[in-house]
Structure formats: C-alpha cells, structure tokens
C-alpha cells in the first residue's frame, strides 16, 4: 500500500492562496506520477492535478487551470499544490495518490487514501 500524509490545508478567504504539501511514507515518490484530489461533502472525489514522474508535465482540471500549480520535488520526497485566487467552491479534503499516469490521472489501486487536509474557504 503506498500511503501519504497531506498538510497545509486550513481556513482561507476568498482569493487568498494555500500551498499543500503531500509527502511519501516509506516508499520512493519519485517512482510514481502524483495526482492531487479533492472531496467536498456529498459529492464525488474529484481529480485537481497530475504530475509527470520528473514534474516536466502537468495536468488540471478546468476548474483550477490557472489558480493552481502543481510541483514536485523528488528529492525530498514530496510534491506540492500551490493554490491562488481560492473560491468557495474549492472547499473539500485534499488527498494525493499515486496515478497511473498524468494525463489520465487514474488513481492506482495500491493507494492508502490517508487522513487529507481540509482546505475551507468562506468569508
């Protein structure tokens, strides 16, 4: 099971900026492609962002395409979701997974979807 521990969520108003971090317990994260998710209550997961396993090549979801930025650096095991222009409608708990790849960004079965952070933006 390849498992991660989220941080860096909170509470946030409209138009202000988070950065997430997603960091890999006990395994290389620079063996997979990453992708960021999101799950706001009563609705689906839903994937934000992948990323290549060398952070050359990105993909996002049109609701986020230009406020989000996702990075990784494999050398502390780590990747990154860099979040600006925040809306109420990015409310949810953020989760990372290993992908398949990162332009299908399909979670792998191997995942252990952890904890998340909980991102909130209100006024």
């Known amino acids: 099971q390849l498992q991660f521990v989220e941080s860096g969520g909170g509470l946030v108003q409209p138009g202000g900026s988070l950065r997430l971090s997603c960091a890999a317990s006990?395994?290389?994260?620079?063996?997979?492609?990453i992708g960021w998710f999101r799950q706001a209550p009563g609705k689906e997961r839903e994937g934000v962002s992948c990323?290549?396993?060398?952070?050359?090549?990105?993909n996002y979801a049109d609701s986020v395409k230009g406020r989000f930025t996702m990075s990784r650096d494999n050398g502390k095991n780590t990747v990154y979701l860099r979040m600006n222009s925040l809306k109420p409608e990015d409310t949810g708990v953020y989760y990372c997974a290993a992908v398949s790849n990162w332009y299908n960004c399909r979670p792998l079965e191997s995942n252990d979807w952890g904890q998340g952070t909980q991102v909130t933006v209100s006024s």
């Open positions: 990323i290549s396993i060398s952070g050359g090549s990105t």
């Open positions: 006990g395994f290389a994260l620079g063996s997979y492609a």
